[in-house]
């Protein structure tokens, strides 16, 4: 009899785990797919012509919680890979890499990664759209960001698009201090704000 009650006992066990785990679910990781995800940024100027380009991601993540709502992820970018493509000329576009990996800019040297941390994920109220909230590190130098983004979710998929713009001067991306006029006037016609669009694929770890 007790041997009875006692499989009863661990039934019920099992059966209200396997109840809770339905209804509650649990939370879920999807990672990165970096052969598909790209930043695109580009780079104005006040008077003159604009720069565009890519940056490549080294890794990734975004999280959902427990009831399967977004809510975390972690982006790396390698530095190393910004590359810009609006001159017809392969050697024109290495030119302005170049420049944007140096000191004045990137400092790749010395900086090879950038990070997006996203704290916060909230749903708007419209389908597949969101306010997303996270602290966005370049030159070793955090800010926080705050921009929309379309999420969708398809079986053991995720893609995701933002855009936002951030501002050149306050992560350090500007001309090294130089007391030639030229210098004043080329750092005074490259707009502050640099427009950044995400492309992002991820997959069910």
Not at 35 to 43: A, D, I, R
Request: net charge positive; aromatic share 8%; hydrophobic share 35%.
């Amino acid at each position: 009899m007790k041997r009875r009650n006692l499989f009863y006992l661990l039934l019920a066990v099992i059966t209200l785990n396997l109840h809770q785990k339905k209804c509650f679910g649990q939370a879920s990781t999807y990672l990165l797919d970096i052969s598909k995800s790209k930043l695109f940024w580009q780079g104005t100027k006040t008077v003159g012509s604009k720069h565009t380009g890519t940056i490549l991601f080294k890794a990734g993540s975004l999280s959902t919680d427990a009831g399967g709502k977004f809510n975390t992820g972690n982006f790396i970018m390698d530095m190393n890979s910004i590359s810009s493509n609006d001159h017809q000329q392969k050697k024109d576009n290495q030119e302005v890499d170049e420049q944007l990996k140096g000191e004045s800019f990137f400092s790749v040297a010395g900086y090879p990664t950038s990070a997006i941390n996203v704290i916060r994920i909230d749903a708007t109220g419209t389908p597949d759209q969101y306010k997303v909230t996270g602290n966005l590190t370049i030159r070793n130098i955090t800010r926080q960001i705050t921009f929309n983004a379309v999420i969708k979710q398809a079986v053991n998929r995720v893609k995701a698009t933002a855009e936002f713009t951030i501002d050149r001067i306050k992560f350090g991306i500007h001309e090294k201090p130089n007391p030639n006029i030229m210098w004043s006037l080329q750092n005074a016609i490259l707009s502050d704000d640099i427009p950044i669009r995400l492309n992002l694929e991820f997959v069910k770890n």
